[in-house]
Nanobody, 120 residues
Framework: QVQLVESGGGPVQAGGSLRLSCAAS????????MGWYRQVPGKQRELVAS???????HYADSVKGRFTISRDTAKRTVYLQMNSLKPEDTAVYYC??????????????WGQGTQVTVSS
């Protein structure tokens, strides 16, 4: 079983920066794509950024040029550097990872979420 533990959220003023981290622990054959999603009350969870095992990245249009996703494969950790934060970035941010179990099953893991609050 794999656990994803997020850190780095918190309050920040508009224009500021935060760096989220998500570390995977547990036994898994291979971690595939990892990513960050966010959700505000009453809305669907949305993809913010993702990164494949070959470091191909994808960003939501709303964060392009401001957020950067990266990963450290050896540490099984994914990061989200968030710059020029806006009040509309306020949300609970969730880490996600796809993986292949030792039994050969593709599966999906989620972190517990970390709150990011941007004040104007």
């Amino acid at each position: 079983q794999v656990q994803l533990v997020e850190s780095g959220g918190g309050p920040v003023q508009a224009g500021g920066s935060l760096r989220l981290s998500c570390a995977a622990s547990g036994t898994i054959f291979r971690l595939n794509a990892m990513g960050w999603y966010r959700q505000v009350p009453g809305k669907q969870r949305e993809l913010v950024a993702s990164i494949t095992s070959s470091d191909t990245t994808h960003y939501a249009d709303s964060v392009k040029g401001r957020f950067t996703i990266s990963r450290d494969t050896a540490k099984r950790t994914v990061y989200l550097q968030m710059n020029s934060l806006k009040p509309e970035d306020t949300a609970v941010y969730y880490c996600n990872a796809g993986g292949l179990t030792l039994a050969g099953y593709e599966t999906d893991y989620w972190g517990q979420g970390t709150q990011v609050t941007v004040s104007s």
